[in-house]
Nanobody, 119 residues
Framework: QVQLVESGGGLVQAGGSLRLSCAAS??????MGWFRQAPGKDRKFVAA?????YYADFGKGRFTISRDNAKNTVYLQMNNLKPEDTAVYFC?????????????????WGQGTQVTVSS
Protein backbone atom coordinates (compact mmCIF):
# COMPACT_ATOMS: atom_id res chain seq x y z
CA GLN A 1 0.00 0.00 0.00
CA VAL A 2 1.39 3.35 -1.05
CA GLN A 3 1.43 6.14 1.50
CA LEU A 4 2.76 9.67 1.47
CA VAL A 5 3.02 11.28 4.87
CA GLU A 6 3.84 14.96 5.19
CA SER A 7 5.25 16.65 8.27
CA GLY A 8 6.92 19.90 9.25
CA GLY A 9 4.09 22.37 8.86
CA GLY A 10 3.25 24.92 11.50
CA LEU A 11 2.93 28.57 12.41
CA VAL A 12 5.81 30.89 11.59
CA GLN A 13 6.29 34.63 11.41
CA ALA A 14 6.90 36.39 8.12
CA GLY A 15 10.55 36.10 7.17
CA GLY A 16 10.91 32.78 8.93
CA SER A 17 11.64 29.31 7.60
CA LEU A 18 10.09 25.87 7.62
CA ARG A 19 11.18 22.53 6.22
CA LEU A 20 8.48 20.17 5.06
CA SER A 21 9.10 16.46 4.74
CA CYS A 22 7.20 13.81 2.83
CA ALA A 23 7.98 10.18 3.52
CA ALA A 24 6.84 7.70 0.91
CA SER A 25 6.21 4.03 1.59
CA UNK A 26 5.10 1.12 -0.51
CA UNK A 27 7.18 1.95 -3.58
CA UNK A 28 9.68 4.42 -4.95
CA UNK A 29 8.85 7.26 -7.31
CA UNK A 30 10.73 8.95 -10.09
CA UNK A 31 9.02 12.28 -9.54
CA MET A 32 7.94 13.86 -6.29
CA GLY A 33 6.42 17.26 -5.89
CA TRP A 34 4.74 19.76 -3.63
CA PHE A 35 1.50 21.63 -4.19
CA ARG A 36 -0.37 24.05 -1.99
CA GLN A 37 -3.97 25.04 -1.55
CA ALA A 38 -5.19 28.18 0.18
CA PRO A 39 -8.80 28.40 1.43
CA GLY A 40 -11.19 28.83 -1.47
CA LYS A 41 -8.42 28.50 -4.04
CA ASP A 42 -7.28 25.80 -6.44
CA ARG A 43 -4.39 23.54 -5.62
CA LYS A 44 -1.24 25.03 -7.15
CA PHE A 45 2.15 23.67 -8.09
CA VAL A 46 5.04 24.64 -5.82
CA ALA A 47 8.01 22.49 -6.77
CA ALA A 48 8.99 19.10 -8.12
CA UNK A 49 12.08 16.95 -8.31
CA UNK A 50 12.63 14.38 -11.02
CA UNK A 51 15.36 14.40 -13.66
CA UNK A 52 15.69 18.05 -12.65
CA UNK A 53 14.14 20.42 -10.18
CA TYR A 54 11.21 22.64 -11.05
CA TYR A 55 9.76 25.62 -9.21
CA ALA A 56 6.79 27.88 -9.44
CA ASP A 57 7.82 31.49 -9.96
CA PHE A 58 6.72 32.49 -6.46
CA GLY A 59 9.09 29.95 -4.94
CA LYS A 60 12.24 30.63 -6.93
CA GLY A 61 15.01 31.89 -4.70
CA ARG A 62 13.05 31.09 -1.53
CA PHE A 63 12.10 27.41 -1.77
CA THR A 64 14.38 24.44 -2.31
CA ILE A 65 13.20 20.92 -3.05
CA SER A 66 15.47 17.96 -2.35
CA ARG A 67 15.20 14.24 -1.82
CA ASP A 68 16.87 11.45 0.10
CA ASN A 69 16.44 8.33 -1.97
CA ALA A 70 17.70 6.09 0.81
CA LYS A 71 14.84 7.33 3.00
CA ASN A 72 12.36 7.63 0.13
CA THR A 73 11.69 11.14 1.37
CA VAL A 74 11.34 14.52 -0.31
CA TYR A 75 11.86 17.83 1.45
CA LEU A 76 10.78 21.40 0.82
CA GLN A 77 12.90 24.04 2.50
CA MET A 78 11.00 27.30 2.61
CA ASN A 79 12.81 30.50 3.54
CA ASN A 80 11.73 34.11 3.80
CA LEU A 81 8.13 33.02 4.19
CA LYS A 82 5.34 35.50 3.46
CA PRO A 83 1.73 35.61 4.66
CA GLU A 84 0.63 34.70 1.13
CA ASP A 85 2.45 31.39 1.52
CA THR A 86 -0.21 30.35 4.02
CA ALA A 87 -1.87 27.18 2.71
CA VAL A 88 -2.15 23.46 3.12
CA TYR A 89 0.89 21.91 1.47
CA PHE A 90 0.45 18.55 -0.25
CA CYS A 91 3.06 16.06 -1.27
CA UNK A 92 2.55 14.28 -4.59
CA UNK A 93 4.35 11.44 -6.31
CA UNK A 94 4.41 9.79 -9.69
CA UNK A 95 6.35 6.85 -11.13
CA UNK A 96 7.15 8.67 -14.39
CA UNK A 97 10.12 10.96 -15.02
CA UNK A 98 9.94 14.52 -16.19
CA UNK A 99 8.48 17.87 -15.36
CA UNK A 100 5.04 17.59 -13.85
CA UNK A 101 3.32 20.89 -13.19
CA UNK A 102 -0.30 19.85 -12.82
CA UNK A 103 -2.29 17.90 -10.27
CA UNK A 104 -3.55 15.42 -12.86
CA UNK A 105 0.02 14.36 -13.61
CA UNK A 106 0.44 12.80 -10.19
CA UNK A 107 -1.00 9.46 -9.18
CA UNK A 108 -0.42 9.63 -5.42
CA TRP A 109 -1.11 12.29 -2.82
CA GLY A 110 -0.53 12.89 0.85
CA GLN A 111 -3.07 14.29 3.29
CA GLY A 112 -1.43 17.70 3.54
CA THR A 113 0.21 19.78 6.24
CA GLN A 114 -0.85 23.27 7.26
CA VAL A 115 1.57 26.15 6.90
CA THR A 116 0.52 29.46 8.43
CA VAL A 117 2.64 32.58 8.10
CA SER A 118 1.74 35.48 10.34
CA SER A 119 2.50 39.09 9.44
Amino acid sequence: QVQLVESGGGLVQAGGSLRLSCAASGRTFSTMGWFRQAPGKDRKFVAAISDNTYYADFGKGRFTISRDNAKNTVYLQMNNLKPEDTAVYFCAADPRWGSRWYTYEYDYWGQGTQVTVSS
